[in-house]
C-alpha cells in the first residue's frame, strides 16, 4: 500500500520537474535538502487555490525576488494544478 508520504513526495518531485523557471524552481524547497514534513510545512502557505498568485508573490517578496514576477505567470497553471493534487493528496 502507498502511503500519503510517499504520494506527497511523487506530486511534489513531478511538479520540481515541470518547472523549466530556475529562478521560481527555486522559490520551492528541494526534497534532497528537506524532509517531506518540512515540504508540508511549507506548504500550508497555499491555503486555497484561489491565492495562489498572491501567495507567490509574496515568497517572491519574502526571498528578494520581486524582479521575478513578470516570470511568474508561466509558470502559474503549474503550480495550480500541483496544489490541485496535492489538496486531493491531504484529503486521503
Request: glycine share 2%; with cysteine.
Given at each position: 500500500m502507498t502511503t500519503r508520504k510517499e504520494l506527497i513526495s511523487k506530486c511534489y518531485l513531478d511538479f520540481l520537474n515541470e518547472i523549466t523557471e530556475p529562478d521560481i524552481k527555486s522559490l520551492f524547497p528541494d526534497l534532497t535538502d528537506f524532509d517531506v514534513c518540512d515540504i508540508v510545512m511549507f506548504l500550508e502557505y497555499f491555503q486555497d487555490l484561489d491565492s495562489v498568485?498572491?501567495?507567490?508573490?509574496?515568497?517572491?517578496?519574502?526571498?528578494?525576488?520581486?524582479?521575478?514576477?513578470?516570470?511568474?505567470?508561466?509558470?502559474?497553471?503549474?503550480?495550480?494544478?500541483?496544489?490541485?493534487?496535492?489538496?486531493?493528496i491531504k484529503k486521503i
Open positions: 498568485r498572491e501567495t507567490v508573490l509574496s515568497l517572491l517578496i519574502l526571498y528578494g525576488k520581486s524582479e521575478l514576477e513578470d516570470k511568474l505567470d508561466c509558470v502559474l497553471p503549474t503550480i495550480e494544478k500541483f496544489l490541485k493534487n496535492y489538496f486531493q
